[in-house]
T-cell receptor, first 117, second 110 residues
């Protein structure tokens, strides 16, 4: 299947700093990427849909000024958590959508574990 | 009401048992359906797509009932390695929106 990478895989930072997470589609082009957040023992919650060359679409309750998304190329989307606070500590996962014939499939990156002290 | 609902479990069954999960969805406009598997602290991985005619992949069988708006996953002859959380996923054709269920935890005991 298609490969999606994320960097970094984990990060620990102080409260108030900004953290950038990269999501790359390694062997295909992705016009659409998704950013999810998952708290312990909970399911993935879609934060935003990242569209190449246009503004991201944020889900209700997700602050666009706090979670900056840039999808500058067909293989890279970035999520920047600005002024991170301990409550932002979570597992952030990106995915890229592949249109393949009959069904749409999406492939997930390995996730980034963010811990804000 | 959640758009996609699953029994959170956990299901604790012996090795070799057959186990079934259901997932209900509320939006009749839903078009594509999938089952994903997620191991602890890892990203979800596609297990199988779910087609209207039903589909089987080895020990796994997925079925879709559009009239009742649910999908199911059946695991036969369960293995220890099947222990994971199984996520039901529903997508809409008109948008990129993808909805995850909260997941059903399965634990297979020796």
């Amino acid at each position: 299947g298609a490969v999606v990478s994320q960097h970094p895989s984990w990060v620990i930072c102080k409260s108030g700093t900004s953290v950038k997470i990269e999501c790359r589609s390694l062997d295909f082009q992705a016009t659409t990427m998704f950013w999810y957040r998952q708290f312990p023992k909970q399911s993935l919650m879609l934060m935003a849909t990242s569209n190449e060359g246009s503004k991201a679409t944020y889900e209700q309750g997700v602050e666009k000024d706090k979670f900056l998304i840039n999808h500058a190329s067909l293989t890279l989307s970035t999520l920047t958590v600005t002024s991170a606070h301990p409550e932002d500590s979570s597992f952030y996962i990106c995915s890229a959508r592949v249109n393949s014939g009959r069904v749409n499939e999406q492939f997930f990156g390995p996730g980034t574990r963010l811990t804000v002290l | 009401r959640k758009e996609v609902e699953q029994d959170p479990g956990p299901f604790n069954v012996p090795e070799g048992a057959t186990v079934a999960f259901n997932c209900t969805y509320s939006n009749s406009a839903s078009q594509s359906f999938f089952w994903y598997r997620q191991d602890c602290r890892k990203e979800p991985k596609l297990l199988m797509s779910v087609y209207s005619s039903g589909n089987e992949d080895g020990r796994f069988t997925a079925q879709l009932n559009r009239a009742s708006q649910y999908i199911s996953l059946l695991i036969r002859d369960s293995k220890l390695s099947d222990s994971a959380t199984y996520l039901c996923v529903v997508t809409y054709s008109s948008a990129s929106k993808i909805i995850f269920g909260s997941g059903t935890r399965l634990s297979i005991r020796p």
